[in-house]
């Protein structure tokens, strides 16, 4: 992703949030805003769904891996940063046990993320990486106590999965964002942006409303929009159609990143989604990093862009789209609240997408 098509801040007006510890120098850098006539003692109930109850200092947060392994050592730098914040931290069975690349037989992955799920005390539900594995496990998992307490699932790429089946099962709000193996060793010696997207994490667990502004991508198509916030990996989205997990588009404003893939995959996977009519009768569309695209193989070459590719598969609606969306496979991958209402507003000298709340 071209660096000046990176998120230029996040921003809001009055309160700045208490941080703990060494952390209050890099949070000046972002302004915070919070609404503090929401309850952050209970469940809010919008359109758009429930939004579990935010966390205050104290509150437990669970680190488990549905998905693919991941050492003790290697969530510590995650485990630091979330005491340091104020949080407690429950490490659960999977972290450090290993089945080749999975984070423990399907079985012990499913066991743990269930326990999490079911119990009340536990708040938030960090994932410790991504890989391969949710979709192993998700139609086993029972969500009728998640219902009853419900608490943020938090993570991206293969965790797209359980957003998807969270989103459409319980319609309860989830965090699509950065991982355990994601945060740094030394967090004070981080880039800016790295920093900033980890704090992003605090911020939407913390009930800050997210407001992001972004440098215009000059093939962006210009539109205002509202609706629930949903998306994530593309692969991920693709393979859940016609299962258990698949989500309704309707309305919604649908943000998609990938990376790793050729051009005609990635044409291969919005042709899918065209087909399934999931682009349809979107509200909005924000396309988000497309990283380490692979090249064409010499004499195989698919002569279309990442542009070209989605405005073809969109060019009789007309709501807005936005590209270059600093979420995804890279260093500024910012928190996003999946299943809670946003506005959307992409102008030829900016691009705004701002929390309702």
């Known amino acids: 992703m071209n660096r000046k098509h990176f998120l230029t801040g996040i921003f809001g007006a009055g309160l700045s949030l208490p941080l703990w510890g060494p952390l209050a120098k890099a949070a ?15 469940s809010t109930v919008l359109a758009a769904g429930i939004i579990p109850p935010y966390l205050q200092p ?4 669970g680190i488990t891996c549905p998905a693919g392994y991941i050492s003790r ?5 995650a485990v630091k940063l979330l005491q340091a914040w104020g949080f407690r931290i429950r490490v659960g069975s999977t972290v450090n046990a290993r089945d080749h690349s999975f984070g423990g037989t399907d079985q012990a992955r499913y066991t743990d993320l269930q326990a999490m799920l079911d119990d009340p005390e536990i708040k938030a539900i960090m994932c410790g990486r991504g890989g391969y594995g949710a979709a192993r496990i998700v139609d086993r998992l029972d969500f009728s106590k998640f219902r009853q307490y419900p608490k943020w699932v938090i993570g991206f790429s293969d965790i797209t999965v359980l957003h998807c089946h969270i989103h459409r099962h319980t319609g309860i709000a989830s965090l699509h964002s950065k991982m355990c193996n994601s945060f740094p060793d030394d967090f004070g010696a981080a880039a ?8 992003s994490i605090r911020q939407a667990l913390t009930g800050v409303p997210m407001h992001y502004s972004v440098v215009p991508d000059p093939n962006n198509r210009p539109g205002n929009a509202s609706g629930a916030l949903i998306g994530g990996n593309l692969t991920m989205l693709q393979s859940v159609i016609g299962t258990q997990s698949e989500i309704n588009t309707n309305g919604k404003i649908l943000f998609l990143e990938e990376v790793g893939e050729y051009l005609y995959s990635l044409d291969r996977l919005f042709n899918s989604l065209q087909r399934a009519k999931k ?12 990283n380490r695209l692979k ?6 070459e698919f002569g279309r862009t990442l542009y070209d590719i989605v405005f073809e598969k969109v060019k009789n609606f007309r709501y807005p789209v936005c590209f270059n969306f600093p979420v995804g496979h890279q260093k500024n991958n910012y928190a ?8 959307l507003r992409v102008q030829d000298n900016s691009v705004t997408l701002n929390e309702i709340g």
């Open 28 to 42: 000046n850098k972002i302004s915070l805003q919070q609404d503090l006539s929401t309850s952050q003692l209970s």
């Open 58 to 61: 104290g509150d437990l947060i």
């Open 73 to 77: 050592a290697d969530i510590q730098p």
């Open 192 to 199: 800016p942006e790295v920093q900033q997207t980890i704090l």
């Open 279 to 290: 682009l349809d009768n979107l509200a909005g569309l924000v396309l988000c990093g497309f």
């Open 295 to 300: 090249p064409d193989d010499p004499g195989e």
């Open 336 to 343: 996003l609240k999946c299943g809670v209402l946003h506005q």
